[in-house]
């Protein structure tokens, strides 16, 4: 009886309705396909809500009263934010802890999301949630904040770490290989490792979150990316493969190709407390790659 009950209480929050902040990003394109009919979903672009103002956002959860509110809002540009603080503390930091406050004045849940770049890279091992975080840029400072300002509200809140985020479509990864494939062969990091993760398969997740029946009693943070392990070059060769192109990929080093903001040289995530506490496992990268490319159109 106690998890019928459970599961027609969470499903009370979920028919009130969904908050998507960031709709019109990659993540939060996915979201709202993915997350649509679980209840009323309102689909929020910067223009309809600056996740950075603290009174647009108390405002507009005020008028909707949501059951969840789920924040796909970021400020992604890893590099751009060591000379631009002040716009990715706003986005990364500041605006979590708005969205926590104006959840708990309304009763409402809390999906955030942030990154594997809240670690340096160093354990050589994948990361678990309770690992120590010592992010080496501003970006992945920023996160830890946001994460931090949303733990540490008394709310129903799931913070989700994840890595290598793309898509078919947008400015990421995938797509940039794309473009640069067509016009002959590619130099590519090789010394950086991650799990490749499309927004499809966080979208997934976050929507088996808030179906599952206990979702109420296991809320926290947990590590949401693809199984397996690869790096930057490993990754672009399989892109090239999956889009049949003979094209060369080169492996250069991290040294080879300089940039503003240090990267971890391995932020794998472990991702064994959601299969635990939630029953939820993730494909493997190059799996949830190829299911990526069999089910474009």
């Given at each position: ?250 492996p250069i080093t991290t040294a080879d190709y300089p940039t503003a903001a240090r990267r971890p040289a391995y932020s794998v995530l472990d991702g064994t407390r959601l299969k635990e506490r939630l029953g939820i496992c993730l494909p493997s ?13």
């Open positions: 009886m106690r998890d019928e009950e459970a599961a027609m209480a969470q499903a009370c929050e979920v028919r009130r309705g969904i908050a998507l902040f960031g709709a019109h990003g990659q993540l939060g394109r996915a979201l709202a396909r993915t997350l649509a009919g679980l209840g009323p979903v309102h689909a929020l672009s910067h223009a309809d809500c600056d996740v950075g103002d603290e009174a647009a956002v108390h405002a507009t959860v005020r008028r909707l009263r949501p059951g969840v509110i789920v924040n796909a809002a970021a400020y992604t540009a890893v590099d751009r934010a060591e000379t631009e603080r002040a716009a990715a503390l706003r986005i990364n930091a500041e605006a979590p802890g708005y969205l926590a406050d104006a959840a708990l004045s309304v009763g409402a849940w809390l999906v955030h999301y942030s990154t594997d770049y809240v670690f340096d890279g160093t354990a050589g091992r994948a990361y678990r949630e309770d690992d120590a975080t010592a992010p080496l840029n501003v970006y992945g400072q920023t996160k830890r904040l946001g994460e931090e300002a949303v733990l540490a509200r008394p709310l129903t809140a799931f913070v989700l770490r994840t890595a290598w985020l793309y898509d078919r479509e947008g400015r990421n990864f995938l797509t940039t290989v794309q473009r640069l494939a067509a016009n002959g062969p590619l130099r590519i990091v090789s010394d950086q490792y991650g799990s490749p993760t499309p927004v499809t398969v966080l979208a997934h997740v976050t929507r088996a979150i808030l179906m599952h029946p206990r979702a109420a009693d296991c809320a926290g943070l947990y590590h949401a990316a693809c199984a397996g392990v690869t790096s930057w070059h490993g990754f672009a060769e399989a892109i090239v493969r999956s889009l049949g192109l003979a094209v060369t990929v080169s990268w190059d799996r949830a790659l190829a299911e990526l490319f069999m089910g474009a159109p």
